[in-house]
């Protein structure tokens, strides 16, 4: 095969260059779901609610939702069946424990908790 050395050669980096821009998009575009495992698994065993929701792919507002319609059932009747969202409280600050956060999605996943409009259905 006889041709434009010139030819070949813009040819060749032009195969090169978008072999590269390829790899690079579809890196970025796997490590797009992973962010919040890669920052979640960086920081220690406590979450913040912020993070908490980045975690869950919820918003802070679906997470404090949880909390206080779990906090109602345990105020009205004294007590609550199943595993409650595992948060504690500083000085008014929110922190959730990731090892019981494990354990509490396995449990409402399970029991195919709903939460609707403030309150839970179990």
């Known amino acids: 095969m006889k041709g434009n050395p010139l030819s070949i050669i813009i040819a060749s980096v032009i195969i090169g260059f978008s072999i590269i821009m390829g790899c690079w998009l579809l890196k970025d575009e796997q490590m797009k779901g992973k962010t919040a495992d890669i920052n979640i698994t960086a920081i220690g065993p ?8 980045t975690y869950l792919n919820m918003s802070q507002e679906q997470v404090n939702v949880i ?7 345990l105020k009205d009747s004294g007590s609550f069946s ?8 500083i000085n008014n600050e929110t922190y959730v424990s990731k090892n019981e956060l494990m354990n509490w ?7 195919r908790r709903e939460y609707v409009n403030g309150t839970v259905l179990q």
Not at 67 to 73: D, L, P, R, S
Not at 82 to 89: I, N, R, V, W
């Open 46 to 53: 406590l979450l913040t609610i912020e993070q908490t929701a």
């Open 67 to 73: 909390i206080a319609a779990e906090q109602k059932i």
């Open 105 to 111: 999605i396995k449990d409402v996943t399970e029991q």
């Open 82 to 89: 199943g595993s409650m969202f595992p948060y504690f409280k």
